[in-house]
Protein backbone atom coordinates (compact mmCIF):
# COMPACT_ATOMS: atom_id res chain seq x y z
CA UNK A 1 0.00 0.00 0.00
CA UNK A 2 1.11 3.74 -1.23
CA UNK A 3 0.20 6.95 -1.02
CA UNK A 4 -0.06 9.22 -3.57
CA UNK A 5 0.68 12.86 -2.49
CA UNK A 6 -0.36 15.63 -4.14
CA UNK A 7 2.81 18.25 -3.98
CA UNK A 8 3.16 21.75 -4.33
CA UNK A 9 5.27 23.05 -6.50
CA UNK A 10 8.66 24.24 -4.42
CA UNK A 11 9.92 28.00 -6.19
CA UNK A 12 13.18 28.44 -7.27
CA UNK A 13 16.01 30.71 -6.68
CA UNK A 14 15.17 33.06 -9.50
CA UNK A 15 11.55 33.09 -8.22
CA UNK A 16 12.85 33.52 -4.70
CA UNK A 17 15.38 36.53 -5.68
CA UNK A 18 12.82 38.04 -7.33
CA UNK A 19 10.10 38.26 -4.65
CA UNK A 20 12.97 38.92 -2.08
CA UNK A 21 13.98 41.84 -4.54
CA UNK A 22 10.00 42.72 -4.46
CA UNK A 23 10.18 43.03 -0.80
CA UNK A 24 13.32 44.94 -0.60
CA UNK A 25 11.88 47.58 -3.00
CA UNK A 26 8.63 47.68 -0.80
CA UNK A 27 11.39 48.17 2.21
CA UNK A 28 12.40 51.28 0.12
CA UNK A 29 9.49 52.92 -0.29
CA UNK A 30 8.53 52.68 3.38
CA UNK A 31 11.97 53.47 4.42
CA UNK A 32 12.89 56.89 2.59
CA UNK A 33 10.54 58.90 5.02
CA UNK A 34 10.84 56.82 8.19
CA UNK A 35 14.36 56.27 7.67
CA UNK A 36 16.41 57.88 4.80
CA UNK A 37 14.84 61.58 5.67
CA UNK A 38 14.74 62.87 8.82
CA UNK A 39 14.19 67.16 9.85
CA UNK A 40 16.42 68.54 12.15
CA UNK A 41 16.08 72.00 14.47
CA UNK A 42 19.22 74.24 13.03
CA UNK A 43 18.68 77.77 14.78
CA UNK A 44 15.03 77.55 14.85
CA UNK A 45 13.97 76.38 11.40
CA UNK A 46 14.16 72.76 10.41
CA UNK A 47 16.52 71.23 8.04
CA UNK A 48 16.15 68.36 6.05
CA UNK A 49 18.90 65.59 6.36
CA UNK A 50 19.51 62.98 4.60
CA UNK A 51 20.42 59.26 5.65
CA UNK A 52 21.18 57.18 2.90
CA UNK A 53 23.54 54.78 3.90
CA UNK A 54 21.04 53.35 7.24
CA UNK A 55 18.28 53.08 4.46
CA UNK A 56 20.44 51.00 1.92
CA UNK A 57 21.38 48.79 5.54
CA UNK A 58 17.84 48.06 5.90
CA UNK A 59 16.78 47.54 2.35
CA UNK A 60 19.86 45.16 1.94
CA UNK A 61 18.68 43.36 5.26
CA UNK A 62 15.54 43.28 4.04
CA UNK A 63 16.23 41.45 0.88
CA UNK A 64 18.51 38.79 2.73
CA UNK A 65 16.36 38.55 5.65
CA UNK A 66 13.03 37.45 2.69
CA UNK A 67 15.52 34.97 1.12
CA UNK A 68 16.13 33.20 4.91
CA UNK A 69 12.47 33.60 5.48
CA UNK A 70 11.51 31.93 2.11
CA UNK A 71 14.10 29.41 2.82
CA UNK A 72 13.29 28.18 6.11
CA UNK A 73 9.58 28.53 5.41
CA UNK A 74 10.10 25.82 2.44
CA UNK A 75 11.80 23.53 4.72
CA UNK A 76 8.70 24.26 7.69
CA UNK A 77 6.23 23.14 5.12
CA UNK A 78 7.76 20.16 4.12
CA UNK A 79 7.68 18.87 7.56
CA UNK A 80 4.38 20.05 8.38
CA UNK A 81 3.39 18.44 5.28
CA UNK A 82 4.67 15.05 6.14
CA UNK A 83 2.90 15.14 9.83
CA UNK A 84 -0.49 16.17 8.27
CA UNK A 85 -0.87 13.51 6.16
CA UNK A 86 -1.30 11.20 8.75
CA UNK A 87 -3.92 13.05 10.22
CA UNK A 88 -7.27 13.37 10.24
CA UNK A 89 -9.71 16.16 9.11
CA UNK A 90 -9.08 19.92 7.93
CA UNK A 91 -6.52 22.10 9.22
CA UNK A 92 -5.86 25.63 8.95
CA UNK A 93 -3.32 26.65 6.32
CA UNK A 94 -0.80 29.02 7.78
CA UNK A 95 2.11 30.49 6.07
CA UNK A 96 5.40 32.87 6.40
CA UNK A 97 2.93 35.50 6.48
CA UNK A 98 2.15 34.11 10.28
CA UNK A 99 6.04 34.73 10.94
CA UNK A 100 5.77 38.49 9.22
CA UNK A 101 2.68 39.51 10.63
CA UNK A 102 3.77 38.75 14.48
CA UNK A 103 7.40 40.54 13.55
CA UNK A 104 5.15 43.89 11.45
CA UNK A 105 3.09 43.75 14.95
CA UNK A 106 6.19 44.23 16.74
CA UNK A 107 7.78 46.54 14.95
CA UNK A 108 4.71 48.54 15.12
CA UNK A 109 4.72 48.08 19.02
CA UNK A 110 8.00 49.36 19.42
CA UNK A 111 7.45 52.66 16.28
CA UNK A 112 6.65 55.28 18.86
CA UNK A 113 9.36 54.23 21.38
CA UNK A 114 11.99 55.49 18.22
CA UNK A 115 9.35 58.29 16.93
CA UNK A 116 7.65 59.34 19.68
CA UNK A 117 8.60 63.18 19.87
CA UNK A 118 7.99 63.03 15.69
CA UNK A 119 4.25 64.27 15.28
CA UNK A 120 4.62 63.57 11.62
CA UNK A 121 5.81 60.36 11.68
CA UNK A 122 3.04 59.14 14.30
CA UNK A 123 -0.09 60.79 12.81
CA UNK A 124 1.18 58.88 9.38
CA UNK A 125 1.37 56.02 11.19
CA UNK A 126 -2.53 56.39 12.92
CA UNK A 127 -4.02 57.37 9.13
CA UNK A 128 -2.21 54.07 7.61
CA UNK A 129 -4.32 51.89 10.57
CA UNK A 130 -7.21 53.39 10.11
CA UNK A 131 -7.25 52.54 6.36
CA UNK A 132 -5.67 49.00 7.47
CA UNK A 133 -9.04 48.60 9.82
CA UNK A 134 -11.33 50.01 6.84
CA UNK A 135 -9.27 47.54 4.68
CA UNK A 136 -10.33 44.65 6.90
CA UNK A 137 -13.79 46.14 6.76
CA UNK A 138 -14.38 45.87 3.23
CA UNK A 139 -12.26 42.72 2.66
CA UNK A 140 -15.43 40.92 4.09
CA UNK A 141 -17.86 42.13 1.79
CA UNK A 142 -15.42 41.69 -1.18
CA UNK A 143 -12.65 39.88 -0.42
CA UNK A 144 -14.38 37.14 1.44
CA UNK A 145 -18.39 37.55 0.14
CA UNK A 146 -17.25 38.92 -3.48
CA UNK A 147 -19.95 41.87 -3.53
CA UNK A 148 -18.71 44.60 -5.04
CA UNK A 149 -18.87 47.86 -2.75
CA UNK A 150 -18.00 51.20 -3.83
CA UNK A 151 -20.03 53.15 -0.90
CA UNK A 152 -18.12 51.74 1.86
CA UNK A 153 -17.42 55.46 2.62
CA UNK A 154 -20.76 55.76 4.02
CA UNK A 155 -20.67 52.95 7.17
CA UNK A 156 -17.51 54.89 7.71
CA UNK A 157 -19.66 58.25 8.17
CA UNK A 158 -22.04 56.80 9.98
CA UNK A 159 -20.37 55.66 12.48
CA UNK A 160 -18.40 59.08 12.93
CA UNK A 161 -21.64 60.90 12.74
CA UNK A 162 -23.52 58.45 15.43
CA UNK A 163 -20.61 59.00 17.76
CA UNK A 164 -20.39 62.86 17.57
CA UNK A 165 -24.09 63.36 18.14
CA UNK A 166 -23.80 61.08 20.61
CA UNK A 167 -20.96 62.63 22.42
CA UNK A 168 -22.10 66.22 21.61
CA UNK A 169 -25.89 65.98 22.59
CA UNK A 170 -25.90 63.80 25.70
CA UNK A 171 -22.58 63.44 26.82
CA UNK A 172 -21.59 59.72 25.45
CA UNK A 173 -18.19 59.06 25.94
CA UNK A 174 -15.87 57.31 23.08
CA UNK A 175 -15.90 53.70 24.80
CA UNK A 176 -19.86 54.24 25.58
CA UNK A 177 -20.89 55.51 22.30
CA UNK A 178 -18.30 52.97 20.24
CA UNK A 179 -20.27 49.93 20.34
CA UNK A 180 -23.46 51.91 19.69
CA UNK A 181 -22.00 53.34 16.54
CA UNK A 182 -21.04 49.77 15.42
CA UNK A 183 -24.56 48.93 15.90
CA UNK A 184 -25.73 51.73 13.85
CA UNK A 185 -23.13 51.11 10.99
CA UNK A 186 -24.28 47.62 11.09
CA UNK A 187 -27.80 47.86 10.56
CA UNK A 188 -27.19 50.63 7.16
CA UNK A 189 -25.32 47.70 6.60
CA UNK A 190 -28.46 45.50 6.24
CA UNK A 191 -30.43 48.52 4.91
CA UNK A 192 -28.36 48.47 1.73
CA UNK A 193 -28.34 44.76 1.75
CA UNK A 194 -31.41 44.11 1.36
CA UNK A 195 -32.43 45.86 -1.77
CA UNK A 196 -29.17 44.99 -3.35
CA UNK A 197 -29.98 40.74 -2.53
CA UNK A 198 -30.67 39.88 -6.56
CA UNK A 199 -28.01 42.04 -8.22
CA UNK A 200 -24.63 41.21 -9.27
CA UNK A 201 -21.25 42.46 -10.59
CA UNK A 202 -21.60 46.36 -12.45
CA UNK A 203 -25.65 46.49 -11.03
CA UNK A 204 -24.42 46.17 -7.18
CA UNK A 205 -21.75 48.66 -7.71
CA UNK A 206 -23.94 51.32 -9.25
CA UNK A 207 -26.42 50.86 -6.08
CA UNK A 208 -23.57 50.67 -3.10
CA UNK A 209 -22.18 53.83 -5.51
CA UNK A 210 -25.81 55.95 -5.28
CA UNK A 211 -26.15 54.30 -1.43
CA UNK A 212 -22.57 56.21 -0.52
CA UNK A 213 -24.29 59.52 -2.33
CA UNK A 214 -27.32 59.50 -0.89
CA UNK A 215 -25.79 58.91 2.93
CA UNK A 216 -22.98 62.12 2.15
CA UNK A 217 -26.17 64.58 0.60
CA UNK A 218 -27.97 63.82 3.70
CA UNK A 219 -25.20 64.66 6.13
CA UNK A 220 -25.17 68.52 3.60
CA UNK A 221 -28.36 68.89 3.29
CA UNK A 222 -29.80 67.93 7.26
CA UNK A 223 -28.68 70.92 8.67
CA UNK A 224 -30.29 70.71 11.94
CA UNK A 225 -29.11 67.42 12.85
CA UNK A 226 -25.78 66.92 11.21
CA UNK A 227 -24.58 70.89 11.09
CA UNK A 228 -24.54 70.87 6.80
CA UNK A 229 -21.73 71.71 5.27
CA UNK A 230 -20.07 72.97 8.73
CA UNK A 231 -19.77 69.67 10.33
CA UNK A 232 -19.97 69.04 13.77
CA UNK A 233 -17.11 70.31 16.28
CA UNK A 234 -15.64 70.09 19.27
CA UNK A 235 -16.05 66.27 19.68
CA UNK A 236 -14.64 64.91 22.88
CA UNK A 237 -11.15 62.61 22.58
CA UNK A 238 -10.92 59.28 23.97
CA UNK A 239 -9.09 59.16 28.00
CA UNK A 240 -7.18 56.71 28.96
CA UNK A 241 -9.63 55.03 31.50
CA UNK A 242 -11.05 58.68 32.91
CA UNK A 243 -7.87 60.51 32.99
CA UNK A 244 -7.18 62.94 30.10
CA UNK A 245 -4.43 64.10 28.15
CA UNK A 246 -4.31 67.87 29.51
CA UNK A 247 -2.17 70.54 30.87
CA UNK A 248 -2.18 69.65 34.81
CA UNK A 249 -3.93 71.64 36.96
CA UNK A 250 -4.62 72.36 40.54
CA UNK A 251 -7.82 72.75 40.93
CA UNK A 252 -9.50 70.32 38.01
CA UNK A 253 -8.95 66.31 37.94
CA UNK A 254 -6.12 64.51 37.63
CA UNK A 255 -4.72 64.25 34.53
CA UNK A 256 -2.36 61.53 32.58
CA UNK A 257 0.48 63.19 33.19
CA UNK A 258 0.14 63.93 36.92
CA UNK A 259 -1.46 60.36 37.61
CA UNK A 260 1.89 58.82 36.24
CA UNK A 261 4.37 61.61 37.34
CA UNK A 262 5.33 62.71 33.84
CA UNK A 263 6.46 65.53 32.68
CA UNK A 264 3.58 67.24 30.35
CA UNK A 265 3.74 66.82 26.74
CA UNK A 266 1.41 67.32 23.87
CA UNK A 267 2.82 63.98 22.50
CA UNK A 268 1.04 61.38 24.70
CA UNK A 269 -2.17 61.79 23.52
CA UNK A 270 -0.78 61.17 19.81
CA UNK A 271 0.70 57.94 21.38
CA UNK A 272 -1.85 56.97 22.71
CA UNK A 273 -4.33 57.74 19.85
CA UNK A 274 -1.91 55.46 17.58
CA UNK A 275 -1.62 52.85 20.13
CA UNK A 276 -5.61 52.82 20.41
CA UNK A 277 -5.80 52.61 16.90
CA UNK A 278 -3.29 49.65 16.69
CA UNK A 279 -5.59 47.66 19.22
CA UNK A 280 -8.97 48.35 17.43
CA UNK A 281 -7.15 47.01 14.09
CA UNK A 282 -5.91 44.16 16.01
CA UNK A 283 -8.78 42.79 17.49
CA UNK A 284 -10.69 43.49 13.52
CA UNK A 285 -8.12 41.43 12.32
CA UNK A 286 -8.52 39.26 14.81
CA UNK A 287 -12.53 39.00 14.56
CA UNK A 288 -11.94 38.27 10.53
CA UNK A 289 -9.80 35.67 10.85
CA UNK A 290 -12.06 33.72 13.36
CA UNK A 291 -15.05 34.60 11.05
CA UNK A 292 -13.57 32.71 8.24
CA UNK A 293 -13.22 29.25 9.97
CA UNK A 294 -16.83 29.66 11.23
CA UNK A 295 -19.60 28.25 8.72
CA UNK A 296 -20.37 31.64 8.02
CA UNK A 297 -17.00 32.49 7.15
CA UNK A 298 -16.95 29.23 4.30
CA UNK A 299 -20.04 30.40 3.21
CA UNK A 300 -19.09 33.42 2.19
CA UNK A 301 -16.36 32.11 0.44
CA UNK A 302 -18.13 29.80 -1.54
CA UNK A 303 -20.80 32.43 -2.48
CA UNK A 304 -17.93 34.23 -4.03
CA UNK A 305 -16.58 31.35 -6.19
CA UNK A 306 -19.88 30.52 -7.14
CA UNK A 307 -23.36 31.53 -5.98
CA UNK A 308 -25.70 29.05 -7.65
CA UNK A 309 -23.83 26.15 -6.21
CA UNK A 310 -24.16 27.84 -2.92
CA UNK A 311 -28.45 27.63 -3.55
CA UNK A 312 -28.28 24.26 -5.20
CA UNK A 313 -26.14 22.70 -2.03
CA UNK A 314 -29.06 24.85 0.34
CA UNK A 315 -27.10 27.39 1.87
CA UNK A 316 -29.65 30.60 2.45
CA UNK A 317 -27.50 33.02 0.26
CA UNK A 318 -29.90 36.16 1.68
CA UNK A 319 -28.95 35.28 5.01
CA UNK A 320 -25.04 35.27 3.56
CA UNK A 321 -25.25 38.50 1.98
CA UNK A 322 -27.04 40.54 4.54
CA UNK A 323 -24.32 39.22 7.02
CA UNK A 324 -21.55 40.07 5.45
CA UNK A 325 -22.84 43.65 4.51
CA UNK A 326 -23.95 44.16 8.38
CA UNK A 327 -19.89 42.72 9.79
CA UNK A 328 -18.18 44.67 7.17
CA UNK A 329 -20.38 48.19 8.35
CA UNK A 330 -19.78 47.27 11.53
CA UNK A 331 -16.33 47.38 11.30
CA UNK A 332 -16.44 50.59 8.81
CA UNK A 333 -18.53 52.30 11.42
CA UNK A 334 -16.05 51.68 13.95
CA UNK A 335 -13.35 52.98 12.39
CA UNK A 336 -15.27 55.98 12.05
CA UNK A 337 -15.79 56.38 15.39
CA UNK A 338 -11.80 56.53 16.03
CA UNK A 339 -11.63 59.00 13.43
CA UNK A 340 -14.07 61.40 14.89
CA UNK A 341 -12.46 61.26 18.05
CA UNK A 342 -9.37 62.09 16.65
CA UNK A 343 -10.14 64.71 14.39
CA UNK A 344 -12.27 66.73 16.88
CA UNK A 345 -14.48 68.02 14.29
CA UNK A 346 -15.91 66.25 11.37
CA UNK A 347 -17.81 67.13 7.63
CA UNK A 348 -19.13 66.12 4.90
CA UNK A 349 -15.93 66.29 2.87
CA UNK A 350 -14.59 63.91 4.52
CA UNK A 351 -16.60 61.26 3.58
CA UNK A 352 -16.49 61.51 -0.16
CA UNK A 353 -16.20 59.14 -2.61
CA UNK A 354 -12.76 59.07 -3.35
CA UNK A 355 -12.25 57.45 0.19
CA UNK A 356 -14.42 54.46 -0.95
CA UNK A 357 -11.94 53.89 -4.32
CA UNK A 358 -9.01 54.93 -1.73
CA UNK A 359 -10.20 51.74 0.42
CA UNK A 360 -11.48 49.56 -2.54
CA UNK A 361 -7.94 50.27 -4.35
CA UNK A 362 -6.54 49.08 -1.03
CA UNK A 363 -8.65 45.63 -0.88
CA UNK A 364 -7.72 44.81 -4.58
CA UNK A 365 -4.31 45.88 -4.59
CA UNK A 366 -3.46 43.88 -1.91
CA UNK A 367 -4.31 40.91 -2.68
CA UNK A 368 -9.00 39.71 -2.23
CA UNK A 369 -9.08 38.10 0.29
CA UNK A 370 -5.62 38.51 1.67
CA UNK A 371 -5.75 40.17 5.23
CA UNK A 372 -1.96 40.71 4.75
CA UNK A 373 -2.00 42.04 1.74
CA UNK A 374 -4.06 44.93 2.92
CA UNK A 375 -1.68 46.19 4.82
CA UNK A 376 1.02 45.96 2.25
CA UNK A 377 -1.33 47.65 0.17
CA UNK A 378 -2.51 50.72 2.92
CA UNK A 379 1.24 51.27 3.75
CA UNK A 380 1.98 52.42 -0.12
CA UNK A 381 -1.25 53.87 -0.87
CA UNK A 382 -1.23 55.61 2.50
CA UNK A 383 2.84 56.50 2.19
CA UNK A 384 3.32 57.25 -1.86
CA UNK A 385 1.24 60.39 -1.49
CA UNK A 386 3.35 61.75 1.56
CA UNK A 387 6.56 61.05 -0.07
CA UNK A 388 5.34 63.46 -3.19
CA UNK A 389 4.25 66.64 -0.98
CA UNK A 390 7.70 67.81 -2.31
CA UNK A 391 6.19 67.35 -5.60
CA UNK A 392 3.07 69.15 -5.47
CA UNK A 393 2.06 69.47 -9.03
CA UNK A 394 2.54 66.25 -9.86
CA UNK A 395 1.42 64.61 -6.30
CA UNK A 396 -1.71 62.59 -7.74
CA UNK A 397 -0.25 61.97 -10.81
CA UNK A 398 3.12 59.80 -9.24
CA UNK A 399 0.34 57.96 -7.25
CA UNK A 400 -1.66 57.02 -9.90
CA UNK A 401 0.96 55.92 -11.91
CA UNK A 402 2.18 54.02 -9.00
CA UNK A 403 -0.61 52.44 -9.17
CA UNK A 404 -0.79 51.27 -12.57
CA UNK A 405 2.78 50.27 -12.25
CA UNK A 406 2.24 47.89 -9.26
CA UNK A 407 -1.23 46.59 -11.74
CA UNK A 408 1.23 45.53 -14.14
CA UNK A 409 3.55 43.46 -12.02
CA UNK A 410 1.34 42.16 -9.88
CA UNK A 411 -2.36 41.94 -11.60
CA UNK A 412 -3.93 39.82 -8.77
CA UNK A 413 -2.53 41.87 -6.17
CA UNK A 414 0.58 42.11 -3.69
CA UNK A 415 -0.57 38.83 -2.44
CA UNK A 416 -2.16 37.63 -5.12
CA UNK A 417 -1.52 33.60 -3.91
CA UNK A 418 -2.99 33.31 -0.71
CA UNK A 419 -3.21 30.23 1.76
CA UNK A 420 -7.00 29.29 1.86
CA UNK A 421 -8.52 29.31 4.80
CA UNK A 422 -9.04 25.67 5.10
CA UNK A 423 -6.83 22.78 3.55
CA UNK A 424 -8.30 19.37 3.21
CA UNK A 425 -6.53 16.21 3.90
CA UNK A 426 -4.62 14.34 1.58
CA UNK A 427 -6.32 11.21 0.34
CA UNK A 428 -4.23 8.11 0.36
CA UNK A 429 -4.49 6.01 -2.92
CA UNK A 430 -4.11 2.08 -2.86
CA UNK A 431 -2.01 1.24 -5.63
CA UNK A 432 -0.99 -2.21 -6.85
Request: charged content about 15%.
Amino acid sequence: MTAVFNLEHAPTWPERLKDAAWIAFVALLLGIPMIGLVTVDEGGKLVLQTRWPLLAVFVALSFAGRLLLAYLGDLWKRRRRTAETALPGVRAARGWTGVLGWAMIGLAAALPLAFGDNRYVIDTLTTVLIYVMLGWGLNVVVGLAGLLDLGYVAFYAVGAYTYALLATHFGWGFWEALPVAGAAAALFGILLGWPTLRLRGDYLAIVTLGFGEIIRLVLVNWTDLTGGPNGIASIPRPSFFGLPFKPPTDDGPATFAQFFGLEYSPHHRLIFLYYLILVLALLTNLFVLRLRKLPIGRAWEAMREDEIACKALGINVTNVKLSAFALGAMLGGLAGVFFAARQGFISPESFVFTESAIILAIVVLGGMGSQFGVVLAALVLVLLPELGRNFAEYRMLLFGAAMILIMIWKPGGLLAHRAPTLRAPVAAKETA
